[in-house]
């Protein structure tokens, strides 16, 4: 009998540990879809600040396509939301529908001249601004043919396009769903993209976008006659153009599709399908999940460029990657098409010619040709990809004669260096081009992308500069600078401090690389930020207007005071001050240096607020309606039972409730995973009324005991203490939360009592009430906190590791039980301590956002011990929050370390 029980017992343990982990799975999954859903829902945010700009200034255009991809966001919102919940929400499908039919219906009333979507544009008409409309790659190229580069002409086929083509026979519809299937592990990514490819493949054409490319083709064929192949036959390459392809955050590199030697309308419509099916190719796919993007981006314009008669092909780097300071330039070159040399499946000849600014030798000169030659390495080649005069390619063998010749002349080769410096000048950066000559070496530019490489300006400054530096970093775009100290911390900040002409250069300090400051960088003679690396998109600017720019300077903030004199040597990442020959030129000639302007600041920023009607502003009727439909936030209460998605009368609305609803439906995962994963779920007993449980995702704590009772009981019996945290960022945040003057016990102010009454009965009958179980999930680096703490909710997202560039910290705070009005003065406390603290901080209402990225373990575990306490501090502050001036008395308590101090009464003189 004994021996039957031993194995029952054995064999309920193994089911058990098979769901437990099964759990795991599914709840590592709904966590990866939710940080998707955070993506998705900053981005939307940022969409309807571009449309409320462009109501405001007219831009029809630019408004119609954020319309449209604010409409597909929503959706995604939307999805995910419903991804979530296990499908609680399915009305919000109705509601988004009927929303997008009157914001189009009011956009057509908006702009009532447009005869039709914008969807084919030729090159030379394609304005800067419509990037959004024709993406990174055919701006970039278009941008060079209106200089009179040799690119070849060509349109582009806008991503209204792609939208209208996926809005019909349900294309949009279907390819969302089989996604969303991948999303919950129920259908693979290869199999997803075989059923999404075939889909868009069999489906036709909306006949005005049918119209649109037969018109672009036909018009490109009749200014074009030298666009045909060996054979005279006119034909087009068509490729991808992404609006987030070739950007400093994701280059999309290889992961779409090109067809080349395309002959005919009818070849055309199939082409522009193949392009687009790649865009949901299993790699595509793979690539957004990876990099947290939404796989469901309906943002891919085509372009569409005269073919090429290509005798040879390659690639350039205007700088060589591996050594940027050499003054050298990198070439590849492939016979017959480009394809080979691109795609690393062939021997290609490598040249390093001499940069024209270039002081070991002159180009262009007979010794220069004969070095650059000499240094190729010339391969044996044996296959080329030819155009077929039919259309189409073809593999054929090189001849025996030409395997071994290399495929650049001199002359050929100097002038591949002249256009590439060219585009480089043009750009203001390093350049990745592809390229093609032809037969009787006409040289064309095919695509210009950056090239990231960190080149020292080896510029000397006047006098060399003696004693320690005042600050180190990172050099992130070369060269040197003078100029008074201006530090700033929010976007506001920048937008303050560049507003303001002052004669004297200025050194702009960030606690952190904001991209919002990339805009203004050329207010500034340069830059230094304390957290940041030099691959991100503010170094990347900054290289492209030549703006000297350290980065990961860690004190730079705390020690750099505003006024002083700097000399930034970027070159070696240092920072000194300034001798006073350095900045004397900069002041009036009678006057000294107390005679000057003393170095603009900027003063306290009021809270961000949801944009609204602007003062001054006369906004038509039928404009006034469109706002109306996108921008207002109506939803004001996000607690208690009225919150509804029928109370939803915007977009913003919509946005606001998914986001609200996608924050619940995390808490009720963790809620419906206790049972089948208790043995993962351990109460964190910290002694203090901070409560939560730590689902474990390996290495966030000692393992509990085995026992032989429930998974759950035993978890429950077994809570974990301060000692058994393992996971960096928890242990740092429960540091923070014992922080020894906290006082947890106090209770809230008398004056907010029957505030906290009232929301108490209405809380009760509400989504969440207050006394609900908490959850983190942790790892040895990583911790998500999800916590409903009284009346209000706190979420933590942390990475604290060893690669400061994969660092985090995203934080919201919102809530309260003393009303609203109090509710936003405690936001507002809170952004006063992280903003000192370097955080990016946003305020709406009662809710504060703020990030800080780019930090090494130190800094984000200093920050999450902090964070701890600013928690603590916290609980029930909204009730001290009695007028304005409290936000800035409290704050200054926390800063101070007096953390006992919870009134504006016990404030420090």
């Not at 499908?87 to 009927?98: D, F, R």
């Not at 009607?613 to 706002?627: D, E, N, T």
């Not at 974990?720 to 429960?734: F, G, I, Q, T």
Request: glycine share 8%; proline share 6%.
């Amino acid at each position: 009998m004994m021996p039957l029980l031993d194995s029952l017992r054995t064999a309920l343990a193994a089911r058990s540990q098979r769901r437990e982990q099964q759990a795991l799975l599914e709840l590592k999954a709904r966590y990866h879809a939710f940080r998707i859903f955070l993506e998705n829902n900053g981005r939307a945010l940022e969409l309807l600040v571009a449309a409320d700009n462009a109501l405001h200034h007219d831009e029809h255009e630019t408004l119609r396509t954020t319309a449209d991809t604010l409409l597909s966001v929503v959706g995604e919102l939307v999805d995910g939301l419903n991804l979530l919940s296990g499908e609680a929400h399915t009305g919000l499908y109705s509601l988004h529908g009927s929303m997008e039919t009157t914001v189009r219906e009011a956009l057509h009333a908006f702009t009532p001249q447009a005869s039709g979507p914008q969807y084919c544009i030729a090159l030379d008409a394609l304005d800067p601004s419509m990037h959004a409309l024709a993406g990174s790659k055919a701006a970039n190229l278009a941008q060079l043919h209106r200089m009179r580069m040799p690119v070849p002409d060509g349109f582009v086929c806008t991503t209204r396009c792609c939208h209208d083509f996926l809005a019909e026979n349900d294309l949009a519809a279907t390819i969302r769903s089989l996604l969303r299937d991948v999303e919950r592990g129920e259908l693979d990514i290869p199999a997803a993209a075989r059923l999404i490819h075939a889909a868009i493949m069999k489906a036709p054409l909306p006949p005005a976008l049918r119209q649109a490319l037969q018109s672009a083709y036909e018009s490109l064929e009749s200014r074009a006659p030298e666009g045909r192949t060996s054979a005279g036959r006119f034909s087009i390459s068509v490729r991808s153009s992404g609006v987030a392809e070739d950007r400093p955050e994701h280059s999309f590199a290889g992961q779409f599709t090109s067809v080349l030697n395309v002959t005919g309308t009818e070849r055309l419509y199939e082409a522009y399908r193949e392009v687009i099916a790649s865009g949901f190719s299993a790699r595509a796919i793979a690539y957004r999940l990876n990099a947290g993007l939404s796989p469901v981006d309906f943002d891919l314009a085509v372009l569409c460029q005269i073919m090429v008669d290509a005798y040879c092909a390659g690639v350039m780097m205007t700088r060589d990657p591996a050594q940027p300071d050499s003054g050298r330039l990198l070439l590849s070159a492939a016979p017959g098409l480009g394809t080979l040399a691109v795609g690393g499946s062939a021997p290609v000849d490598l040249y390093h010619p001499w940069r024209s600014d270039s002081d070991t030798m002159h180009p262009g000169t007979p010794a220069q040709d004969a070095l650059a030659m000499n240094d190729a390495e010339i391969a044996r080649k044996t296959m080329r990809e030819v155009a077929l005069s039919t259309g189409g390619l073809t593999m054929e063998p090189v001849p025996e004669a030409e395997a071994d010749l290399p495929l650049l002349v001199p002359e050929t080769l100097q002038r591949l260096v002249m256009y590439g410096e060219m585009v480089e000048n043009i750009e203001g950066m390093a350049q990745d081009v592809e390229w093609a000559v032809t037969r009787d070496g006409t040289v064309q530019l095919l695509q210009a992308r950056p090239l990231r490489v960190t080149a020292r300006s080896g510029r000397p400054l006047a006098a060399p500069l003696v004693g320690e530096p005042l600050v180190t970093g990172v050099c992130a775009s070369a060269g040197k600078a003078v100029g008074r100290a201006v530090p700033a911390r929010t976007k506001a900040d920048v937008e303050a401090l560049a507003a303001i002409r002052d004669t004297a250069p200025r050194i702009l300090v960030l606690p952190q690389a904001l991209v919002d400051a990339a805009r203004h960088l050329r207010s500034f003679a340069g830059v230094i930020i304390d957290a940041g690396n030099p691959t991100d998109h503010l170094s990347c600017i900054a290289r492209e207007y030549s703006i000297p720019l350290i980065t990961a300077a860690r004190t730079a903030s705390a020690t750099l005071q505003a006024g002083h004199w700097l000399v930034l040597d970027a070159d070696n990442g240092l920072v000194h001050p300034a001798p006073e020959h350095l900045w004397n030129s900069f002041l009036p000639e009678t006057g000294t240096e107390e005679d000057a302007d003393p170095a603009p600041t900027p003063g306290n920023t009021a809270p961000a607020a949801p944009p609204v009607p602007r003062p001054g502003i006369a906004m038509p009727a039928a404009r006034k309606a469109l706002w109306d439909l996108l921008v207002p936030l109506n939803l004001t209460e996000a607690y208690g039972p009225t919150f509804s998605w029928q109370e939803c009368r915007s977009v913003h609305d919509l946005v606001r409730y998914t986001h609200e609803m996608a924050v619940l439906a995390m808490f009720h995962a963790g809620d419906s995973v206790m049972e089948e994963a208790g043995g993962l779920l351990r109460p964190l007993d910290l002694g203090i009324p901070f409560h939560f449980l730590v689902i474990d995702l390996g290495g966030a704590a000692r393992r509990s005991p085995q026992g032989r009772t429930s998974l759950l009981k035993r978890a429950m019996r077994n809570p974990m203490h301060r000692e058994d945290v393992l996971s960096a960022p928890l242990a740092a945040l429960c540091e923070g939360l014992l922080t020894p003057e906290l006082s947890w016990h106090s209770g809230p102010d008398a004056e907010a009592i029957s505030g906290i009454m009232s929301r108490t009965m209405l809380d009760a009958r509400g989504a969440r009430p207050a006394g609900s179980f908490n959850y983190a999930l942790a790892a040895r680096d990583y911790l998500n906190l999800n916590a409903r703490v009284e009346f209000h909710f706190a979420m933590l997202d942390a990475v604290c590791g060893g690669d400061a560039q994969a660092n985090y910290i995203r934080f919201r705070f919102k809530g309260g039980g003393a009303g609203l009005e109090r509710g936003h003065r405690r936001a507002v406390f809170l952004r006063h301590v992280l903003e000192h603290h370097g955080f990016v901080t946003t305020v709406v209402g009662d809710l504060i956002t703020a990030s800080l990225t780019g930090a090494s373990r130190g800094v984000v575990r200093e920050r999450l011990v902090m964070l701890g306490r600013l928690l603590g501090y916290s609980r029930f502050l909204d009730g001290a929050m009695r007028d304005d001036d409290a936000p800035l008395q409290l704050a200054e308590n926390f800063l101070q370390g007096r953390y006992e101090c919870r009134t504006p009464e016990n404030t420090a003189p």
